[in-house]
């Protein structure tokens, strides 16, 4: 299946000076800031229910209701130390159906933007990645895990990757808004929270299990697995 996406993207103002802002408060005081990705009733992505951290963890949890014509797409938090997500962000944004795009602001004031694609597994992966990736594998998640990474450090955001391991990926020299992408991406918003509703909390760690179903042959090889888990 072929998938063809621009090499950037570009995110509104408001967006980025909010987040921006944010980073600013975490370097100062080395404690996570964030708050909910929405579409905003002007159509573009910003952030709601704006929230602190304690230290370098966060748990986000929605506390306004979205207005009228506003979507829920997914989450926006500070990294004070390291300048991307890290493998607990990747296992909770892969265990939350509700979480379509991920907004990480690193340490370097660089914008990263995860966007989930038709083919990105929804479930705990926690063991899977604890036990083969380090943050530094990011390019190598989103190819097995099969979602978007793009990176920039003003509103124009660049494509980090090449390949998905289930897609033909090409890579259209266009400039898209980053709401133009979602949509590409079949990602629909929600017009309100689920009930009970947080994120950044990491799924809770089950007996073991190195067999994930929808992984094929090729990607067990590729991490050093077999077919049964050995």
């Not at 987040?19 to 964030?34: C, H, Q, R, V």
């Not at 795009?101 to 660089?110: E, F, N, R, Y």
């Not at 003003?154 to 890579?171: A, P, R």
Request: hydrophobic letters at 35%.
């Amino acid at each position: 299946m072929s998938l063809t996406v621009p090499k950037y993207i570009v995110i509104s103002d408001r967006l980025y000076n909010d987040a921006e802002f944010m980073i600013e408060y975490s370097l100062k005081t080395d404690k996570e800031a964030g708050g909910m990705l929405i579409k905003a009733t002007h159509g573009h992505f910003g952030i709601a229910s704006e929230q602190l951290g304690e230290g370098r963890e966060i748990m986000l949890k929605p506390n306004e209701k979205l207005q009228e014509r506003e979507m829920h797409y997914g989450s926006v938090h500070t990294h004070p130390q390291t300048d991307l997500a890290s493998t607990g962000d990747v296992i909770s944004f892969l265990s939350d159906k509700n979480e379509k795009i991920m907004l990480v602001v690193g340490a370097d004031k660089s914008i990263n933007m995860y966007f989930k694609t038709k083919k990105t597994p929804i479930g705990d992966f926690h063991d899977m990645i604890r036990e083969n990736f380090e943050q530094k594998d990011m390019p190598e998640m989103c190819d097995v895990f099969n979602f978007l990474w793009y990176k920039g450090n003003d509103t124009t955001l660049e494509l980090q990757i090449n390949k998905l391991s289930d897609y033909d990926l090409e890579v259209a020299n266009e400039t898209a808004t980053a709401e133009e992408l979602a949509d590409l991406l079949g990602l629909k918003g929600n017009t309100d929270y689920p009930t009970d509703y947080s994120i950044k909390k990491y799924p809770k760690k089950e007996k073991k299990s190195k067999q994930v179903p929808w992984l094929p042959t090729q990607m067990y090889d590729r991490i050093g697995w077999n077919q049964h888990g050995i």
